[in-house]
């Protein structure tokens, strides 16, 4: 494939400052990835060459009990992981297997579509995971790609959402995408009361993708009774409670990482419906991809930093 367009995630950032430990490879980092396939392998129908797709960029062994239900993301022993354990996207051609590439309709961005292999699809797969009703009050705690992704699924979903992050153009484009309110996390003193104030009673879900030890205890906080806590990001906090603190209110903790090739498919399916969208805030050059990182660290910006090899 010769990749168009990669988005740069967090998770590019956390394998540069070496918060995950992936055995001291060297290797291309990026894992959203879309472009064009220029060569097929042995068994692949000419029909795809020069189509354009989308890369899920798990690789499971195709026969441990995660990979035969389609939770190939949970795989104990992986093959070649894109980004992860082998050169991914901040490359100009990339291999991967057939299976692995969504095809992409014509109307849909290259670029727009790259971000769905991320932030996209985490997004439909934490949606999934925390089985969003109509009517619920859900959080989005952090207004990133995968952020602003929540927020329409959740809102498509019928949820009642309330976005928390940075104010200024995140919160702009927050309102812009489904978030019925916006908390400016810089500014408001109380975060959780100013949820419970807004809901009356807390809220059905919160997605936390900040953190922290300090936000993954104010999205508890604000958690109604029997809420629903899920887990997307993360740093190098810690993070303690007291059981008692989850079981008089049944509150469930849920951890979400990655996606399943299904769940990508299902987000370049929504982008394509208009559904689901994550802007790209700046596209650069590969050659510039230390100010893709830089710009994603510093934040602030009102969408993806998207590399075009």
Not at 108 to 121: D, F, K, L, P, R
Not at 189 to 213: H, K, M, Q
Not at 264 to 291: M, N
Request: aromatic content about 6%.
């Amino acid at each position: 494939m010769r990749i168009n367009a990669c988005g740069v995630c967090r998770t590019d950032l956390h394998i540069r400052d070496g918060l995950l430990d992936l055995g001291g490879r060297d290797f291309a980092v990026g894992h959203e990835i879309a472009g064009t396939i220029t060569r097929c392998g042995a068994g692949v129908p000419d029909t795809w060459l020069s189509r354009r797709a989308a890369i899920y960029y798990y690789e499971g062994c195709g026969h441990c009990r995660y990979c035969l239900t389609g939770d190939e993301h949970l795989c104990p022993t992986p093959r070649a992981q894109p980004g992860f354990n082998a050169d991914g996207g901040f490359a100009e051609y990339i291999c991967v297997p057939v299976r692995n590439c969504v095809p992409l309709p014509d109307h849909v961005s290259t670029a727009e579509a790259a971000i769905m292999g991320c932030a996209g699809s985490t997004a439909v797969h934490a949606g999934r995971l925390a089985t969003i009703r109509p009517g619920e009050w859900v959080v989005v705690y952090g207004t990133g790609g995968v952020g602003l992704a929540l927020l329409q699924y959740a809102r498509n979903a019928g949820a009642r959402v309330i976005a928390i992050g940075r104010g200024g153009a995140r919160a702009t484009l927050a309102h812009e995408h489904g978030a019925e309110y916006t908390i400016d996390a810089t500014h408001e003193p109380d975060i959780a009361a100013r949820v419970r104030e807004i809901t009356g009673e807390g809220a059905d879900i919160v997605f936390e993708l900040v953190g922290t030890s300090a936000s993954i205890r104010s999205g508890m906080d604000m958690l109604r009774r029997r809420g629903r806590l899920v887990l997307i990001g993360y740093t190098q906090d810690t993070f303690q409670t007291h059981p008692i603190d989850l079981i008089v209110r049944e509150v469930s903790f849920i951890g979400s990482v990655g996606a399943t090739l299904s769940d990508l498919h299902e987000a370049i399916d929504l982008l394509a419906r208009g559904v689901l969208r994550v802007p790209v805030a700046l596209t650069l050059p590969l050659e510039d991809f230390e100010t893709a990182l830089e710009q994603t660290r510093k934040g602030g910006l009102p969408g993806r930093v998207v590399l075009a090899p």
